[in-house]
């Protein structure tokens, strides 16, 4: 049993990398991932998570909340 999971986990694995480093894509292999930028909305989802989970105050949520939606302004 545990040979099968470990082919199809081997054969998922494989088929998956051939998605991502497909020949014939832009990037020659080399992707940007300084660019990617969340939106105002997952901005606001992740500083509730971390305020809810006591990572940041309530003052620290309220001030960083009004810097994300001015940035929008």
Do not use: W
């Not at 099968?4 to 014939?24: E, H, M, N, R, T």
């Not at 997952?42 to 909340?65: C, H, M, P, T, Y």
């Amino acid at each position: 049993m545990q040979r099968k999971a470990l082919i199809s986990l081997l054969a998922l694995s494989l088929a998956l990398g051939g998605c991502v480093f497909a020949p014939g894509d832009n990037h020659n292999g080399r992707y940007d991932h300084d660019k990617v930028v969340p939106t105002v909305g997952q901005q606001l989802i992740d500083l509730n998570r971390a305020r809810d989970s006591g990572v940041i105050s309530e003052g620290e949520f309220e001030r960083a909340k009004r810097d994300i939606l001015d940035s929008v302004k």
